[in-house]
Nanobody, 115 residues
Framework: QVQLVESGGGLVQPGGSLTLSCAAS????????LGWYRQAPGKQRALVAT???????KYSDSVKGRFTISRDNAEKTGYLQMNNLKPDATAVYYC?????????WGKGTLVTVSS
């Protein structure tokens, strides 16, 4: 059974930091591209960052320089370190693992940036 389980969401003040985790099971995690997406209230789901199995990372312009994607293949866990958070980062964050025709999503974790 393939599972991706996000954790680490919660309430954080503007300018604060938060780290999200994505625990994978049932897949050869090291072969998959890890992706983080987010969906803000009333908006479409958008790409935040990706980390391929060949160690290439990409970030959306909105988070570049403030967010860091990483992974621990031995632990089958992906991470998203979020720094200098702004209110517009409030969203449900989703973990995604892809490998060619294989595509799996987690159920999401809510991040709320507010004073």
């Amino acid at each position: 059974q393939v599972q991706l389980v996000e954790s680490g969401g919660g309430l954080v003040q503007p300018g604060g930091s938060l780290t999200l985790s994505c625990a994978a099971s049932g897949i050869a995690f090291s072969r998959y591209t890890l992706g983080w997406y987010r969906q803000a209230p009333g908006k479409q789901r958008a790409l935040v960052a990706t980390f391929t199995w060949v160690d290439s990372t990409k970030y959306s312009d909105s988070v570049k320089g403030r967010f860091t994607i990483s992974r621990d293949n031995a632990e089958k866990t992906g991470y998203l370190q979020m720094n200098n958070l702004k209110p517009d980062a409030t969203a449900v964050y989703y973990c995604r693992a892809t490998h060619y025709g294989l595509d799996y999503w987690g159920k999401g974790t809510l991040v709320t940036v507010s004073s």
